[in-house]
């Protein structure tokens, strides 16, 4: 994609799908430029519109303390030619604040019976290199959330799944709420994982993953060997590594490198696109991100590998390494793109924090990092 292509300073494409997955995603301009008209693109994407989706629209049109009849006018026109997209609660939410009646939703009747059984997976193989090293164990006195879900929670493990642990705690610093409604716990050691899946009608359909609370490690009493919690105690992200796994076949096959727009999609349901920094200026990328960030959309950003030719050393940036992209600022004039690495440590900088999280010039960015993931 050239700068010609489009203006990258709109997240009017952002649903766009990207088949191609290692190339840049075209952008149109046929959505509307309007920050409310950006955000009801977003929430239409996957067909839904939930309440938490109503709040972030109210919250954007309130955001100058007045809101101006196009904005109104934009929701309206929501909630008119999109009902059959609402619950009752969310379209019920957004007229009270329109100052309409709420329309009426009719729920799509369930067919009579129980719902559907999910069997627990069985414990999904380890990497290879790790077969007779460690195996499956018990966290004890653990449970799946202490003090609610935070991006900061993700630690990547001894597995090479950066791409994983690094869009997880994107889309947890976006929305926990995402990552809680995910898991289901059953209170019996198990839990079901909701991921979304592309089906045969082209629309993402549900996909549950229902696994145990044992996790590889070195032995009883020992933490997970793969992804993990800063605390020892809390399993969400082990649990959703483990379905993750489960899903796609075992260890191995999500071990190896991957795409963080596809983990992304899966615990949204909404398609994710990548943009390649290559073909964009620094000034369009970082309001591209800044965006990003102020709409609370989940991103990632990824560096290049050993042999393409850009010198890491000493800049505290890993090559072949996916990192959680959390938006952009201007301080004093100067742009700054903040990221964190899923490591949870090893950050440029020195602020004597080591959590993984800093900032970072814009020009810098632009020559460290091959491209970045939008969901």
């Not at 008209?37 to 519109?49: H, Q």
């Not at 077969?131 to 900061?152: C, E, H, M, P, R």
């Not at 596809?262 to 000034?283: C, I």
């Not at 900088?349 to 810098?364: A, P, Q």
Request: proline letters at 4%; hydrophobic letters at 35%; aromatic letters at 8%.
């Amino acid at each position: 994609m050239s700068d010609n292509d489009s203006d990258l300073t709109t997240l009017a494409a952002i649903g766009a799908d990207d088949p191609d997955r290692g190339h840049s995603s075209r952008i149109t301009k046929e959505a509307p430029v309007t920050r409310i008209g950006n955000l009801i693109n977003k929430a239409l994407v996957d067909g839904r519109v939930n309440k938490s989706e109503v709040e972030g629209l109210i919250k954007e049109a309130e955001k100058n303390g007045i809101v101006s009849a196009n904005e109104k006018k934009e929701l309206a026109n929501l909630l008119k030619r999109h009902t059959d997209k609402f619950d009752a609660e969310s379209a019920a939410h957004l007229a009270s604040f329109l100052g309409e009646a709420a329309p009426k939703i009719v729920t799509p009747s369930k067919p009579a019976g129980p719902a559907p059984k999910v069997e627990v997976c069985d414990d999904p193989k380890v990497l290879n290199k790790h077969a007779g090293q460690i195996t499956y164990n018990k966290i004890q006195g653990g449970q799946l959330f202490k003090d609610g879900v935070s991006f900061d929670d993700v630690v990547q493990g001894s597995i090479a799944n950066c791409y994983f642990v690094g869009a997880i705690s994107a889309v947890a610093y976006s929305d926990p709420k995402i990552i809680e409604d995910a898991i289901t716990d059953h209170g019996d050691g198990t839990f079901t994982v909701r991921f979304y899946e592309r089906g045969p009608s082209g629309r993402y359909e549900e996909k549950l993953v229902r696994v145990d609370d044992d996790f590889p490690s070195y032995g009883p009493g020992s933490s997970p060997r793969y992804a993990k919690s800063r605390d020892s105690k809390e399993l969400w992200v082990s649990v959703l590594e483990k379905a993750y796994a489960a899903l796609k076949g075992d260890y191995e096959a999500i071990g190896n490198g991957g795409y963080a727009t596809e983990v992304m999609t899966a615990l949204t349901g909404r398609n994710s696109s990548y943009y390649s920094l290559e073909y964009s200026s620094a000034d369009r990328m970082f309001d591209l991100i800044k965006t990003g960030g102020e709409l609370n959309t989940p991103m990632t950003a990824g560096t290049y590998g050993e042999d393409d030719g850009v010198d890491y050393k000493g800049t505290g940036v890993y090559a072949w390494h996916a990192y959680t992209l959390m938006g952009a600022v201007e301080e004093n004039g100067v742009k700054y793109v903040q990221l964190r690495n899923p490591w949870g440590s090893s950050e440029p900088g020195s602020d004597g924090k080591n959590d993984g999280i800093f900032k970072m010039k814009i020009e810098d960015f632009m020559k460290l990092y091959q491209g970045i993931n939008v969901n």
